[in-house]
């Protein structure tokens, strides 16, 4: 109950079984309204598919990354929900799905403006709360940062500026080369988990959307990290 994102639970029929306070707080709606109804009327249309689609992938046993989809408020607003899900058992059976969905509309909002332009990148990148920095595709290196990439990464400013995306990204230098590679061929935003190393060599898990810099030459990228620590707890601890 004390959670700030949207706990849910979902039954095989989709129709929503459970739903925590903070619900009531992200979407306007109290929750009797919406207990024992099923979740479809609550979907954008345009992301009614895809919720459908990972509601049955949880329920086959599939594992799912955390996706994004749009809700609707009670007043007619639009809400960018960033949705964990996974089978909720009972007794060693499947009885449903158990999901938790975050409110990234701000985030989503600051990340179209940066694909904007860099003026607007600038602008209003210093008070978002994800960390966000831009890459040049030739060096692989970052060029500017927020103080929230550098806080959640354990760097000042000036040793942020100049690292390499390899020294952040756990992955082999040639897959991190190939998804930028395709990044720069498809012209369009992508969105995935990953884990990233911090100054103190630990790991933390992300979710991370790239957007490329319209009109720049060589391609440089904006991405938008999400810390995604406290998220894993809460499901591994559900």
């Known amino acids: 109950e004390a959670a700030q994102d949207a706990i849910f639970t979902l039954g095989l029929d989709g129709k929503i079984t459970s739903l925590n306070s903070a619900f009531e707080t992200l979407t306007g709606?109290?929750?009797d309204a919406w207990l024992d109804a099923h979740f479809a009327p609550m979907v954008d249309p345009a992301s009614l598919p895809t919720a459908q689609a990972m509601f049955a992938r949880v329920l086959r046993g599939e594992r799912v990354?955390?996706?994004?989809?749009?809700?609707l408020r009670r007043n007619g607003e639009r809400l960018v929900a960033q949705v964990s899900a996974t089978q909720q058992l009972r007794d060693g059976q499947v009885v449903g799905v158990l999901g938790i969905a975050r409110d990234t509309t701000a985030s989503k909002r600051a990340e179209a403006t940066l694909r904007e332009g860099e003026e607007r990148?600038?602008?209003g990148v210093e008070q978002s709360a994800d960390g966000i920095y831009m890459v040049d595709t030739g060096t692989k290196c970052v060029g500017e940062s927020n103080a929230a990439f550098c806080q959640m990464l354990g760097y000042n400013k000036p040793e942020a500026t100049g690292l390499k995306l390899y020294d952040l990204v756990l992955d082999e230098p040639a897959n991190i080369d190939n998804r930028l590679a395709e990044l720069a061929r498809s012209r369009r935003p992508h969105s995935t988990e990953r884990r990233f190393r911090r100054k103190d060599g630990s790991v933390?898990?992300?979710f991370l959307s790239v957007g490329r810099v319209h009109g720049s030459a060589p391609p440089r990228f904006i991405g938008l990290?999400?810390?995604?620590?406290?998220?894993r707890e809460a499901m591994a601890a559900i």
């Open 29 to 31: 709606w109290p929750r």
């Open 65 to 71: 990354s955390v996706f994004e989809i749009e809700v």
């Open 121 to 123: 990148y600038r602008a």
């Open 204 to 206: 933390f898990p992300v």
């Open 225 to 231: 990290l999400h810390d995604i620590t406290q998220r």
